[in-house]
Structures are given as C-alpha cells and as structure tokens.
C-alpha cells in the first residue's frame, strides 16, 4: 500500500463517520450560530464533524496540516496554503440546507501536497451520493467511473448556479444580472446550494457547467480534483488558470464551453481567502 493509499483509506472511514453524524441530526432541532452575518451559518453538527475529521486525521498523520471552515472563522486568520499535506475541509457543504432539512448537503474534503490535489472526497450521507477522486486515477460515484458530458454548446448547456443568499448588494446584482444574460442563452439553471455538489454534477454529466463567486478553497478543493479527473476543466471565471485562494469558480464539461461563459459573464472579485 503506497501512502497515499493509506490516506485516503483513513479519510474514508472518518469521512463515513461524519456522514453518520450530518444523517442522524439534519432531521433535528438543531442549535444554529451566526458567523459573519444572518445568512453565514453554523451548526453544532458542522462543528463536530470537522473536530472529528481533524482528529482522526491528526492522530494518524500528526505532521499534517489543515484548513477547515469553521477552524478558520474561529480563528478569524487568513488561509495559508504551504507545501505541506493539507486537509482542506468543509465539515457541511450547504449548512443553509441542512438547517432546513433540506437533503443536498455533503462533506467536502481534499488533499493537497505541494499545493496540488491529490484526494478529493464530496459524500452526501443523506442521499448516499458518494464522489472520489485521486491524481492520475480518474473520478468515481457510489465506486462507478464517471465522466463529464462533453457539451461544447452554450445552448445546449444545463448550467449549476447559485442565486444565494448574500448580503453584499453589489454582489447580488452582479449574479441577478448574470442570470438574466445566460438564461435564455443555455439549456436552463439549476442550482443545489452546495458548490460541492453542483461541481459533482458537472462531472459526472448530470450538468455541463457551474460557476460561482465568494465561494471559499474548502468549497471548491474536492470538486475541483473531481471534475478535472472526470476530464472536465475548472479555470477562473474570467479565464486563466483557476487559483484556489481566489473565491471564484468556474468548471465546465469542455474548454470550448468553459471559454464561451467568460467572455459573457460580469465578474465579481471578492477578497481571497
């Protein structure tokens, strides 16, 4: 077993864990704290699966580094991406949703070394959707090797994106006038309130593109290694090469799509991560 086997053996069977813990409690009155504002939520249940993943992780690889989403806002520092291995962890991928029982919500959770990832996992517990990927060994769901669809034309493009639920105004205009544009020019929207997932429906075909703005590097890093494997492209909204820190996303079934969207779309440039 090479260790890069033995990670992501011992990731695996915590990340079950969490998914026990999101499973049992998103049906139950939960306890739900306000982070940056009214809309930035947290549960106690977003707590304990990422103390859990952290821990386990820890005490099996103790020179290992991590960035998780609540870790981080408690901390209130900026991220700071090393060479180091770096769990990058969202413990609830669309706590919104899982505040209101809503069932699409997943732990999102990767691997990086030397900046570069190498494990991505997306589990929802509540629908058994289980996403993996690692470098160089393709992309899978619930074990099936999955792949992206392919689709070059904007018209014919079932398009993942997020209305959210920002208090930033500028923002919002930004993404209602962006809606307005690429409605009547794709095959329709949808959106799951988790980037994780709507990453995973693009590589797995069930959508051909998804882009989103103020996201965070734990949204995106499991996805991103997900949809590349599944031979998908993930760039910077405005082209480029897509920087993780940069909180903007943009993944597509083929290069020729993912190019068509930037030249249409109005950026949003939050502060990095």
């Known amino acids: 077993m090479s260790e890069l086997d033995g990670y992501y053996e011992a990731v695996l069977e915590l990340v079950k864990q969490g998914g026990n813990l999101i499973r049992e409690n998103i049906s139950r009155q939960k306890t739900v704290l306000i982070k940056s504002c009214d809309v930035d939520l947290v549960t106690e249940t977003d707590q304990m699966v990422e103390k859990l993943l952290i821990n386990g992780i820890s005490a099996k690889f103790p020179n290992h580094k991590f960035i998780g989403e609540e870790n981080t806002a408690e901390s209130n520092h900026r991220v700071e991406l090393t060479d180091a291995p770096t769990w990058i962890i969202d413990p609830v991928d669309g706590t919104m949703n899982f505040v209101h029982a809503m069932p699409h919500t997943c732990i999102s959770i990767a691997l990086y070394i030397n900046k570069r990832p ?5 589990y929802n517990p509540v629908l058994e959707q289980f996403f993996s990927a690692r470098r160089g060994e393709g992309a899978f769901y619930n074990g ?3 792949r992206v669809s392919g689709e070059k034309d904007l018209n014919k493009a079932l398009v993942m994106m997020e ?3 920002s208090r930033d105004s500028q923002k919002m205009k930004i993404v209602m006038e962006n809606l307005k544009t690429l ?3 794709v095959h329709g929207t949808r ?3 988790s ?3 709507n990453m995973c429906m693009v590589a797995m075909g069930a959508a051909d593109l998804m882009h989103e703005f103020s996201i965070h590097i734990w ?3 499991a996805g991103d290694l997900i949809v590349r494997e599944a031979g998908g492209v993930c760039i910077d909204p405005a082209g480029g090469d897509l920087d993780p820190l940069s909180r903007r996303v943009l993944c597509a079934s083929s290069p020729e799509l993912a190019q068509q969207v930037t030249k249409i779309l109005v950026q949003y440039y939050p502060d990095r991560d």
Do not use: K, S
């Open 118 to 122: 190498e494990i991505g996992i997306v």
């Open 144 to 146: 099936a090797q999955i």
């Open 163 to 165: 209305l959210g639920t």
């Open 183 to 185: 409605t009547p020019l």
């Open 191 to 193: 959106a799951l309130g």
């Open 195 to 197: 980037c994780a997932l």
């Open 219 to 221: 949204d995106i890093a």
